[in-house]
């Protein structure tokens, strides 16, 4: 079955950096467009960052308040999609989670359990 499993969470002073890591397996991973999610307590869930096929280019998108401080990337041999946050800010505060697109429905999205991201001092 699909299985997307989110690593690389943790606990990071301001400004610091951190990197999360995707795991994907159940599908093939290089068809898919693949995106970061966050959301704080609270909060909606919101798109932080989402990149393309490497078919179509790997394109990548960022919602306005983490670019040039995020860099999302893939290794398609690896099947593994990864978010680099870097000058991190405590508002970055949240559960990141990794998302795919079901070729259905956006009802059934796949979905990892998510990691806690924590930027305080």
């Known amino acids: 079955q699909v299985q997307l499993v989110e690593a690389g969470g943790g606990l990071v002073q301001p400004g610091g950096s951190l990197r999360l890591s995707c795991a994907a397996s159940?599908?093939?991973?290089?068809?898919?467009?693949m995106r970061w999610f966050r959301q704080a307590p609270g909060k909606e869930r919101e798109l932080v960052a989402a990149?393309?096929?490497?078919?179509?280019?790997?394109?990548?998108t960022y919602v306005a308040s983490v670019k040039g401080r995020f860099n999302i990337s893939r290794d398609n041999a690896k099947k593994t999609l990864y978010l680099q946050m870097n000058s991190l800010k405590p508002e970055d505060t949240a559960v990141y989670y990794c998302?795919?697109?079901?070729?259905?429905?956006?009802?059934?999205?796949?979905w990892g359990r998510g990691t806690q991201v924590t930027v305080s001092s």
């Open positions: 159940g599908f093939t991973f290089s068809s898919y467009v």
């Open positions: 990149v393309s096929t490497p078919a179509v280019g790997g394109s990548t």
């Open positions: 998302n795919a697109p079901h070729p259905a429905a956006v009802r059934y999205d796949y």
